[in-house]
């Protein structure tokens, strides 16, 4: 399931590329006729003309990865990542997604089965785990930012100092929030392969910060690193520990100011 991460910046930038690029002739047209049968499924029209169209042309281009080959290994990565990307716009825009995930899904299939020659196989696309799917979304989110921190170094121009700190702060907390699910949270032990994949991507982040470095290092401090990173769940942890060890005390002072108005 979690196979594409080991190669997710090609991904994330065949999911822009797709999210971003106009829609060819034949995608419109493919994907009116799913609008008119599937959807009133979705929160509106326009939504799930986008997610087909979107779908459409990410399915075409993953065959530019080398999908379709006798690496099973590749294979997977491509079915995994697809059936990632399509659980998590669904799952973000479809009105009932208890009932009709596979409804609205098997409708976008049929909007490329048979069309165009065979590439990756649908049949193995699935409803997956809503929490699963939450902490692959953690995932991937980070690796956003990573992937835009990564051109932000390896621009040929100035680094942009502002857009650095902003989206290395912005990794800091979600980095947080990440691993709090293999810490104290579900995961707890660190074996699951959602901890597993978090490690891997700390220490590349890590090696984001060498990058910065090398390149310009009076940059660096523009580039919060994750060790460095505040954790919330322990401020919030003492100052909720502080204001409940003080209201003993206030109730101390109420009763001794209570016998002073009588005194």
Request: proline share 2%.
């Amino acid at each position: 399931m979690y196979e594409f991460f080991e190669k997710i910046e090609n991904y994330i930038e065949k999911a822009n590329l797709a999210e971003s690029n106009a829609a060819s002739t034949e995608d419109e047209r493919e994907c009116d006729s799913f609008v008119l049968s599937f959807g009133s499924n979705l929160k509106n029209s326009v939504t799930a003309k986008r997610i087909c169209v979107q779908f459409r042309k990410l399915y075409y281009s993953l065959t530019e990865l080398n999908c379709i080959t006798n690496t099973v290994h590749n294979y997977e990565e491509c079915r995994n990542f697809l059936n990632y990307w399509i659980n998590f716009k669904l799952r973000k825009n479809i009105k009932n997604e208890n009932n009709n995930f596979c409804h609205v899904y098997n409708g976008l299939e049929s909007q490329i089965t048979g069309r165009n020659g065979g590439y990756i196989n649908l049949a193995f696309i699935y409803d997956i785990n809503k929490d699963e799917l939450d902490k692959m979304s953690k995932l991937y989110n980070l690796y956003e930012k990573y992937h835009k921190i990564n051109a932000i170094i390896n621009t040929e121009q100035d680094l942009d100092k502002n857009e650095l700190a902003t989206l290395s702060t912005q990794c800091c907390t979600d980095y947080n929030q990440a691993s709090y699910i293999c810490n104290d949270g579900i995961d707890n032990g660190n074996n699951s392969k959602f901890c597993q994949n978090l490690k891997t991507f700390r220490t590349k982040f890590e090696g984001l910060y060498e990058n910065v470095n090398k390149r310009a290092p009076e940059y660096s401090h523009y580039f919060k690193s994750l060790p460095k990173c505040p954790n919330n769940k322990i401020m919030t942890t003492a100052v909720t520990g502080t204001v409940i060890g003080l209201i003993p005390l206030l109730g101390v002072l109420y009763k001794v100011s209570g016998l002073n108005i009588k005194l």
